[in-house]
């Protein structure tokens, strides 16, 4: 008989994983229902010899939101999207990548010029918290932090349940 040679073994090993990050997709980062989302913006502006780093920061009042965010939200990724009104809220999500506890993923625009983000979410006892970074492109070079800070408070009421996040729906992918 003849022993697996390392190249078999890698390859068990990578469909493996992909298997688990599948199935954490599948399962979403959690459960669906209702939560309370409070949003909080930070803005930088690109770094100038006459403007020292510490005066650039600027933080936004915060906003706090009761969204239903189902199943296919969760697993896609939309429940986790750019929640101001930002311009990258209508780009799609790409390159997710998830597990039990963390969710990764980036927001590419097709126009040329156009904003780009990156986001990461971890999983807590009662939601989840996370950050999506936007870096702006073209003359101003600003990068936008909005923060995410969510805990369920309970189950969608029963109206709600099919059409949460209406305004992300056309970017999710087919499960």
């Known amino acids: 008989m003849v022993s697996p040679g390392p190249q078999s073994l890698w390859c068990s090993l990578a469909a493996a994983l992909l298997s688990l990050s599948g199935d954490a997709l599948a399962r979403g980062l959690v459960p669906a229902g209702l939560y309370e989302i409070v949003v909080t913006q930070e803005s930088r502006k690109a770094a100038t010899a006459s403007e020292p780093l510490t005066q650039q920061g600027q933080s936004l009042l915060p906003t706090t939101q009761q969204v239903c965010l189902t199943k296919k939200a969760i697993a896609s990724g939309a429940a986790f999207h750019v929640r101001s009104e930002h311009p990258l809220r209508e780009c799609p999500i790409s390159d997710m990548r998830a597990n039990d506890d963390e969710l990764i993923f980036r927001l ?68």
Do not use: M, W
Request: proline share 6%; net charge positive; with cysteine.
């Open 108 to 175: 590419i625009c097709a126009e040329p010029n156009a904003p780009k983000g990156k986001a990461k979410f971890v999983n807590t006892r009662t939601g989840y918290e996370g950050a999506i970074t936007i870096d702006a492109a073209g003359k101003k070079k600003r990068t936008i932090t909005e923060h995410h800070r969510a805990r369920r408070v309970g189950e969608c009421p029963n109206d709600e349940t099919a059409s949460v996040l209406q305004l992300h729906e056309d970017l999710l992918p087919e499960l």
